[in-house]
């Protein structure tokens, strides 16, 4: 079964600083997708990255970036400069094409992140 | 641009009660299911649907029901609500294989 493990449960940070929240999931798919969600205080979930097992070239949008390595089986996400309006509750997800669909995805328990100035 | 609606926002039951969560999305989206995030825990998988007349458990279906009548709507049914089923519900569709999740506000639903 797959799993997704966010160990940081609560980061704190300084306006400015980076900071990187990090991912490591199981499957036992070859095929597989992965996700960032962002939940803010309000609440929603706001889809923020979506990965395939077979591209593992990083990304950088903005001040976030990826890496995704498959050697270890983790996909991080840095924020660069971070921002007050940053914080919120961030969630690694994980879909497996050939025994999961979109519709089910496995959650990692979240990583709170704290901005302060 | 209404993307995924759940009614109600808030919700308070007695146990023993039985509702419905709304759920409607008007993108056309084939997959839709249904999460309960609690603290501590992440979001976990309740039912799913990969189509009108599909539906399948996740990981925590006991005390709820589906059905997909429609492509557009996904209702949840609480048969009879006890104070573990308090939690944040959302409501997600997706339009294929490996796109992007899209979630509709949460119900906040606290039984007493």
């Known amino acids: 079964a797959q799993k997704v493990t966010q160990a940081q449960t609560e980061i704190s940070v300084v306006e400015k600083e980076d900071v990187t929240l990090d991912c490591v999931y199981e499957t036992r798919d070859t095929t597989y997708y992965l996700f960032w969600y962002k939940q803010p205080p309000s609440g929603e979930l706001v889809f923020l990255i979506r990965?395939?097992?077979?591209?593992?070239q990083n990304e950088i949008s903005g001040r976030y970036s990826w890496n995704f390595q498959k050697s270890t089986s983790s996909f991080n996400f840095t924020i660069t400069a971070s921002q007050v309006v940053d914080s919120a509750v961030y969630f690694c997800?994980?879909?497996?094409?050939?025994?999961?669909?979109?519709?089910?995805?496995?959650f990692g328990t979240g990583t709170r992140l704290q901005v302060t100035l | 641009n209404a993307g995924v609606t759940q009614t109600p926002k808030f919700q308070v039951l007695k146990t023993g009660q039985s509702m419905t969560l709304q759920c409607a999305q008007d993108?056309?989206?084939?997959?839709m299911s249904w999460y309960r995030q609690d603290p501590g825990m992440g979001l976990r998988l309740i039912h799913y649907?990969?189509?009108?007349?599909?539906?399948d458990q996740g990981e925590v279906p006991n005390g709820y029901n589906v059905s997909r009548s429609t492509t557009e709507d996904f209702p949840l049914r609480l048969l009879s609500a006890a104070p573990s089923q308090t939690s944040v519900y959302f409501c997600?569709?997706?339009?294929?294989?490996?796109?992007?999740?899209?979630f509709g506000q949460g119900t906040r639903l606290t039984v007493v």
């Open positions: 990965r395939n097992s077979f591209d593992e």
């Open positions: 649907s990969v189509g009108a007349g599909i539906t």
């Open positions: 997800a994980l879909s497996e094409a050939n025994t999961g669909t979109a519709s089910k995805l496995t």
């Open positions: 993108m056309n989206h084939e997959y």
């Open positions: 997600a569709s997706a339009g294929g294989r490996g796109t992007e999740a899209f």
